[in-house]
């Protein structure tokens, strides 16, 4: 019963929970593709429901800041202008 009171205190627990069609549309992608993604086990994150995915806001945050690439500083950027 105690760790039924420890989740009900947890945000993520409590969080709003997205359902296959919001998280395609926010990544730009087709339902179907995020289903695909679920059986090959790439993706983000998600928490079955019954026979139900669904996806909470923080992983659909932490996966795409994990996509994040490349940049720099500004003087990265000054230095392959030649102005280093």
């Known amino acids: 019963m105690e760790n ?3 989740l009900k205190d947890d ?3 409590l969080a709003r929970l997205l359902t ?3 998280v395609a549309n926010m990544l730009h ?3 179907k593709t ?3 993604w679920r059986w090959k086990n790439i993706g983000p994150r998600y928490v079955k429901v019954g ?8 992983d659909i945050l932490a996966f ?3 996509l994040v690439e490349g940049g720099g500083s500004l003087d990265t950027i000054n230095c392959q202008r030649g102005n280093c």
């Open 34 to 36: 995020l289903e695909c």
């Open 11 to 13: 945000s993520l627990f």
């Open 20 to 22: 296959q069609e919001e």
């Open 4 to 6: 039924l009171e420890a």
């Open 51 to 58: 026979r139900l995915a669904r996806y909470r806001e923080a």
């Open 64 to 66: 795409i800041l994990s």
């Open 29 to 31: 992608i087709s339902p």
